[in-house]
Every structure is written in structure tokens, then in C-alpha cells.
């Protein structure tokens, strides 16, 4: 995915076969409302509302970072122990995930 987010001008989202989306990477971010991912690694016992799981870690996408990541925490924190909190860009899979619900690399349901 990393390669593709360096080398697309354009990406277009499909789910089920039917395209979800389709822009430069800047505009895809817009649209899903994604200026900043906080992402908090830890033991978690399920995702709370808001959040999405990717990679064992929960994930909230933001447009203000500055003003969330407290409360990002205080809920994470709510549903197990935190080890690490990061805000970073999001990625070509954030964009995937966050209106499908799946990471890439997971399988099509029949």
C-alpha cells in the first residue's frame, strides 16, 4: 500500500465491487474526515464507538488532534491497559478502513 500511496495521483476505494470513493489522496482524506490518526497500542477488550481496530491497536481518525487525543485516551483507556499513544497521518489502509470497516488485506465475503 505504501508503494501505491507514493506512486498513485488518483486511488479509487472499492468494496464489494462497487467503487466508494475515488480521488487524489488528500481529497480521500477530506471526504472520510481524516486530517490525523491516534493511535493507541495496548491489551484491549473490544473497540469503543468511534474507534476502528488495525493491527491490535484502536485507531481515531480526527480532524483536530490537539483537542482529541485526551479524550481518545481516557475512552481507550476504558477498555483496557494503553502502552504507546501516536498521532500520524493517515494511510492509503486508513482511508480503506475507515468507510469499509476492513483492513485491506482482509478477505471478500461471499
Do not use: H, Q, W
Request: glycine share 10%; aromatic share 4%; net charge negative.
Amino acid at each position: 500500500m505504501e508503494e501505491a500511496e507514493r506512486l498513485s495521483d488518483r486511488v479509487a476505494i472499492i468494496n464489494k465491487g462497487k467503487i466508494i470513493a475515488i480521488g487524489k489522496m488528500d481529497e480521500l482524506k477530506r471526504m472520510t474526515g481524516m486530517k490525523s490518526a491516534i493511535e493507541i497500542k495496548g491489551d484491549f477488550r473490544g473497540s469503543p464507538e468511534g474507534f476502528l481496530e488495525k493491527d491490535g491497536a484502536l485507531v481515531y481518525y480526527t480532524e483536530n488532534p490537539r483537542n482529541s487525543i485526551a479524550e481518545a485516551v481516557k475512552i481507550a483507556s476504558e477498555c483496557g491497559t494503553i502502552k504507546e499513544a501516536v498521532v500520524r497521518e493517515p494511510t492509503l489502509e486508513d482511508v480503506f478502513l475507515k468507510p469499509t470497516g476492513k483492513k485491506l488485506n482482509e478477505g471478500v465475503e461471499d
